[in-house]
């Protein structure tokens, strides 16, 4: 078996294509010898949630961007909003962008460390006349500022004297003020088109507890006014963001060049908005708190460590994220391909093993009781050095259940009354006898073998059509399994009718726990968390999917395993029905 660490350019992006247009913009920038030909990018995340799919997208294109020029690419908390913050969402983050295959040594900062420096530069604009303390509330603000169609007004406090709002400021961030009583607010054009720059806050006062800086600060610095800043500290060149900062963009410029600070270039480029998923924190906040699911890494989630936890691998993320690609506008990409990217990664490195999720007894009448045959299983088709094991066979074994018909149509080429198949690796089993209990369930079949079918071929050239994968019953050893359905029943679970609420589009049938499964003896060997990057035990169960241990086989007292993908995209078929 291969490792991950052993698959060259892993991440598909090595190919040769045309480059994307942010890498467009670097290497003119590198032509034109701006910023010195640095490239060195952030992803900023506040940490108010753990991070999803959409993050691992930006995440990808800022980390790729430095790693492909030769720069440098930084973690950036921008905890700048107390109320929602949490050490654990912090580490969450770091932990998820290491899995991801990201080198932070050195390259993690915080907003709250340039705290004093913004302030300094809240100051600075003060007493250039740029910006002034305003004393509306927040239904006032809102008034003045007007609307798309409507020019906004000034605010009665706009024309303070700088000593005044210099002093106030000042008494602003003693905490002399109750919340929301007063605003910092950039002095620039009420009447702007673009309603960004109408007066934008600044500062607001909130005497909250930060995560980092305590009770050091009862003033907090808005996003617009931050985030410019904090690129402008770490020197980053290119500042990439999602599209809905498009028209934030002055704004950005208008404080640096207002500062006279170094001024890094904001790129927008489309979010990653996925079918059948949501992504805003607030919904995957309201999903855990209200138990729709297990929590944040819940297998079902769209978050990176749910992703994790399901068994998708950082390869087969970074693959799907370099064949969306990047672009200027927004589309929804349809879950199928991230999918795909899974199955991609997983068929060539999962090793395979047999398991039986829904058992169903079969005897065969003919074999030796006390008889075992060990037959040679091949454990990954796709990499011949993976070797080969040796898989125990006897009298009794477990089949799936719906792989038996009592009555199948002509097209069903499994197990049926009088009819043949090969049981992988091992021989032709013709079913006798389909034994049922007072209740009329099948609850065993008898059949027997063909002695000369040993290894699966017919030396008469006896063809059988199907094969099934099988579980020796004195040898298996008892999991439990869980499928995983989308969470959502519907296509765009974030548009909800009048009378409806988003939740009411989760799928009931997102979660099925099978406790009674079956797996051959050497699950153990086969599941060797060693051989992922992530300590994450990886394997095929042949016919039924990829399948991941999960965390949870620790107290379960069993195996317990997610499954990560299926086989074969059933999607296609069951909504072509
Ligand atoms: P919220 O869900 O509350 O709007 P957010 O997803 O914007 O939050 P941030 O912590 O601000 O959360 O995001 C960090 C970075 O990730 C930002 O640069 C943001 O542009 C990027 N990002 C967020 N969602 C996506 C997405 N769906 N696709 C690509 N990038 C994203
Ligand atoms: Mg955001």
């Not at 900023?44 to 690419?73: D, M, V, W």
Request: charged letters at 30%; aromatic letters at 10%.
């Amino acid at each position: 078996m291969t490792s991950e660490s052993h698959n060259p350019g892993g991440d598909g992006s090595d190919a040769p294509r045309r480059l994307n247009f942010v890498e467009q913009i670097i290497e003119d920038d590198r032509k034109a010898g701006k910023w010195d030909g640095r490239v060195c990018t952030r992803f900023p995340p506040e940490p108010n949630g753990y991070l999803h799919i959409g993050h691992a997208k930006s995440i990808h294109l800022n980390f790729g961007l430095a790693q492909r020029y030769g720069g440098t690419c930084y973690l950036r908390f921008d905890d700048t909003n107390p109320i929602k913050e949490e050490q654990e969402y912090i580490d969450s983050i770091i932990a998820d962008v290491q899995w991801l295959g990201y080198d932070l040594t050195d390259r993690i900062f915080y907003a709250s460390d340039y705290f004093q420096q913004m302030y300094d530069w809240a100051v600075q604009l003060v007493k250039a006349g740029k910006a002034y303390v305003c004393d509306l509330n927040a239904e006032e603000v809102r008034e003045y500022r007007g609307t798309l169609t409507e020019a906004g007004k000034n605010s009665p406090y706009r024309d303070r004297g700088v000593e005044e709002n210099l002093d106030l400021l000042d008494r602003m961030r003693k905490g002399e003020f109750p919340d929301g009583s007063r605003t910092l607010r950039a002095k620039i054009d009420m009447t702007s088109p673009n309603m960004n720059l109408r007066d934008p806050a600044m500062y607001r006062i909130l005497h909250a507890k930060h995560p980092r800086t305590g009770d050091a600060w009862c003033i907090y610095p808005m996003y617009d006014w931050a985030h410019g800043l904090e690129d402008s500290i770490e020197r980053i060149t290119h500042s990439i963001c999602t599209l809905e900062f498009e028209n934030h963009r002055p704004l950005y410029d208008w404080f640096l060049d207002a500062l006279g600070i170094y001024h890094p270039r904001q790129i927008e480029f489309a979010k990653l908005l996925l079918n059948y998923t949501v992504m805003s924190k607030r919904k995957l906040i309201e999903l855990v708190r209200g138990g729709h699911v297990r929590g944040w890494d819940d297998p079902r989630m769209a978050t990176i460590s749910g992703l994790r936890r399901r068994g998708v691998t950082p390869v087969a993320l970074k693959t799907f994220c370099s064949e969306i690609g990047v672009a200027k506008f927004n589309s929804t990409i349809d879950l199928g391909r991230l999918e795909y990217s899974i199955r991609e990664d997983l068929n060539l490195r999962a090793p395979r093993v047999m398991a039986v999720l829904n058992p169903l007894k079969v005897v065969i009448t003919n074999y030796p009781e006390d008889q075992v045959d060990e037959l040679d299983a091949v454990n990954n088709p796709e990499d011949a050095s993976a070797g080969t094991r040796k898989v125990p066979f006897s009298r009794e074994l477990y089949i799936e259940r719906d792989d038996f018909m009592e009555d199948p149509p002509r097209k069903f080429f499994r197990l049926g009354p009088g009819r043949e198949v090969r049981m992988r690796y091992a021989y032709f089993v013709t079913c006798q006898e389909a034994v049922k209990d007072a209740a009329g369930n099948i609850v065993e079949l008898r059949c027997t073998y063909d002695p000369a079918t040993r290894g699966g071929d017919s030396p008469d050239g006896r063809k059988v059509k199907g094969t099934l994968h099988w579980v020796s019953a004195k040898h298996a050893v008892d999991a439990e399994v869980r499928l995983y359905d989308r969470l959502f029943s519907v296509e765009n679970p974030n548009k909800v009718e009048e009378g409806q609420a988003w939740t009411d589009h989760i799928n009931p049938d997102s979660l099925k726990v099978l406790e009674n499964a079956k797996l051959e003896p050497n699950w153990r060997e086969a599941a060797d968390k060693a051989t992922w990057s992530d300590d994450t035990a990886r394997v095929q169960f042949e016919r039924t999917g990829y399948f991941a241990l999960d965390a949870d086989t620790e107290t379960a007292g069993k195996p317990v395993f997610n499954r990560t993908v299926t086989l074969k995209d059933t999607w296609a078929k069951i909504a072509g029905k």
